[in-house]
């Protein structure tokens, strides 16, 4: 497996040709099994599909290894997930994916705990508003709530790695963005994880690598139309690669190398660097959007946390 801290905007530049055989096999079996289970989301009913896969993920035991703990961040439900040995003073306040509109912590319960294991971390991830009952902003003012919140419990600014996923990946932009025009305290890092960062969609790997991944034009359509409900797509904190990263901290970014979501992400790396925020852009080789939520099948999802500790004791 390739993993290449810098990259271009030439697409396509990586193929899952790079894959080992068996690993190939697997991403490709596993983006073809979501793509069918994600298909009718595209025309069915937000909250029921919501409903649905937070009951499948109730049904899987929870991590072993590890220690949870239920609490609230002000009005969100929320969740510690501490490793057995504690080995940083950093806490990572993770902000799940799922387009908007779907997902929670059950269904990111083993991201969630893998991304604590890695990293030798406590995390902490709460429950935002969806929607299409709560469209933007209301999901970014839910996680600038609860960062605040965190704050109020005694934890440093200093000690805040902010991170997400897909989705949440853009709401932790968004939500430091508006920490910063507000000069707030601002966390002392993000680590971000197939960001979804331009709601306009114009990047060109969302149809050059469709083949290849489980997200689909449709789906990102139905997602951001249920998100912004006619708001401006590029609104900066809607579309968080058109915002200005003057005065942000370190971000690690990463990105699958045929994931449809990738021109815009290597897009935010770039426009990051340009400001003058230190960002560093990683690609995944074959990955697909969000393998990080695999990793009970894809050994690369481990590699990519692995990275983020690499990356969060670099911070020291």
């Known amino acids: 497996m390739t993993v290449a801290s810098e990259s271009s905007l030439v697409l396509p530049r990586v193929s899952p040709s790079a894959l080992a055989p068996a690993t190939r096999w697997r991403v490709d079996l596993l983006a073809r099994t979501l793509r069918t289970a994600a298909a009718p989301f595209a025309r069915g009913d937000a ?34 997930t501490l490793p057995k040995r504690v080995e940083g003073s950093e806490v990572f306040l993770h902000v799940h994916g799922g387009g908007y509109a779907l997902c929670s912590l059950h269904t990111h319960q083993g991201m969630l705990a893998d991304l604590a294991r890695r990293t030798g971390r406590r995390v902490l991830a709460f429950e935002y508003r969806k929607a299409p009952e709560y469209p933007f902003p209301r999901p970014i003012d839910d996680v600038v709530d609860a960062y605040r919140h965190l704050l109020a419990t005694g934890v440093s600014p200093a000690q805040v790695v902010l991170s997400g996923d897909s989705a949440g990946g853009a709401l932790a932009l968004a939500a430091t963005l508006r920490l910063r025009d507000r000069g707030e305290p601002l966390p002392r890092a993000l680590a971000l994880f197939s960001p979804w960062v331009d709601l306009r969609l114009r990047g060109d790997s969302i149809d050059a690598f469709a083949r290849h991944d489980y997200l689909s034009r449709p789906l990102l359509e139905r997602f951001r139309d249920l998100y912004l409900q006619g708001a401006d797509p590029a609104h900066p ?6 915002g200005d990263f003057g005065g942000f901290p370190p971000m690690l970014v990463q990105v699958g190398g045929v994931e449809v979501l990738r021109s815009e992400i290597e897009a935010l790396a770039t426009r990051a660097r340009a400001h003058g925020a230190p960002a560093k852009l990683e690609v995944y080789d074959g990955m ?16 990519a946390f692995r990275s983020v500790r690499r990356f969060v004791d670099d911070l020291r």
């Open 288 to 303: 697909i959007h969000a393998w990080h939520g695999f990793g009970a099948i894809l050994p690369e999802a481990g590699q």
């Open 237 to 242: 904190e809607a579309s968080p690669l058109l």
């Open 47 to 80: 909250a029921r599909a919501r409903a649905g896969l937070d009951g499948l993920a109730r049904l899987a035991p929870p991590p072993t290894g590890l220690r949870q703990a239920s609490t609230r961040l002000g009005t969100r439900r929320a969740r510690w």
